[in-house]
Structures are given as C-alpha cells and as structure tokens.
C-alpha cells in the first residue's frame, strides 16, 4: 500500500475552504441586490473603517515603539544602578531606588534625574497612543459583536460569511464565543428565509 503524500490529498480543512470561496463566489453580486431591511450591509461597512483605524492605530503605536527602542529607552523606561560591589541593576520606578539603601545620595539623586527623563521622554512619545489603541480595538469588537448577530436575510449572512473569511483577522473570531454567535445569527436567518 502506498503512503499518500499531503501534497496529493485533500484535507478536509483545504475542501471546506474551497467549498465555502466556491459558495461565495457571488457574495459581492449579493450586496447589491440586498434590501435595506438587512443592516449586515451597513455594520459591515462600519467594521471595516473600524477595523481600519484600528490597523493604523496599531502602525502608529508601534512606529513610537521603534522610537523608544533606537534611543535606547526601551519599551519600559529604566534606569541602571551599581551597587557598592559594582553589580548593576535595573531600576523602574522611583520607590524602588529609594529602597536601595546601598546607594549614596548623589548616586540617588542621579538615578531619579536619569528615570525622570526616560519616563518623561517615554510619555513624549508614546503620548495616548496605547489608550487609543485600546479605544479602537474596543470599538472594532463592538461593531463585529453586532455585525455577528445582524443578518436578517440570506444575501446578509452570504454578504456576512465572505466579509469574514476574506477580510476579519481570525483572531477576532476566537474570542467571547464569536463563533457560536454567527452560527445562531446564521440558523436564524436562514429560518426568516424558510417562515417567509
């Protein structure tokens, strides 16, 4: 008996996909012809701009990252030490060097000025991006945890699937029960389909 190669079988994971591209295949044609009493059309749009804030948020955050790391702040502002037998240590926060009762007080006095400017040059960059970086992720997973539970129609949850498959990041799909929420949305649009 011969071994079957990976490259010469099909994976159900590979026939699933292709089956599921081949059913979408006229998802575009769809959102055309879609009535506006189906709001998938319009959520899908919203969590694409969202999404796509979200990216350039994310691009912006870590551009200042790169700023951080090149100055040779790093990604948590620090500050070294040596104590008394010369072994240095890492610093990040004003209490613990007033904690090290082995330093002298110029010593002291030079590791605050020196965490001081890496914490402020640290917020001069980095400024709210973190925070908005949350703010869009968060608004992103509002508008997919809608966009999920929207489709009231057969052309909404075609329109729905393709937008997934082809353009939200899996991971998105991963987390707070995604999955089971598109396939009730699903079920549910296609029993309007089957009562009308």
């Given amino acids: 008996m011969t071994r079957a190669e990976t490259t010469n079988t099909t994976s159900r994971r590979r026939f699933l996909g292709a089956a599921a591209v081949a059913a979408l295949a006229g998802a575009p044609a769809v959102v055309e012809a879609a009535g506006p009493n189906d709001p998938t059309f319009d959520l899908i749009h919203q969590h694409r701009r969202a999404a796509i804030t979200y990216e350039d948020l994310v691009a912006d955050y870590c551009r200042r990252e790169r700023i951080l790391v090149d100055e040779a702040i790093g990604l948590y502002p620090y500050t070294s030490v040596a104590l008394p037998a010369g072994q240095p240590i890492v610093v990040y926060n004003h209490e613990r060097i007033d904690t090290l009762a082995c ?94």
């Fill in 103 to 196: 330093l002298s007080e110029p010593q002291r006095r030079t590791a605050h000025a020196d965490l001081g400017a890496a914490l402020n040059r640290y917020t001069e960059v980095m400024g709210d991006a973190e925070d908005a970086v949350r703010v869009a992720d968060a608004a992103a997973f509002e508008v997919l945890g809608q966009l999920l539970t929207a489709p009231t129609s057969i052309a909404g949850v075609r329109a729905l699937v393709g937008y997934l498959a082809q353009e939200v990041d899996p991971v998105m799909l991963r987390t707070n029960d995604q999955i089971e929420t598109l396939l009730f949305s699903i079920q549910d649009a296609l029993g309007r389909e089957v009562e009308a």
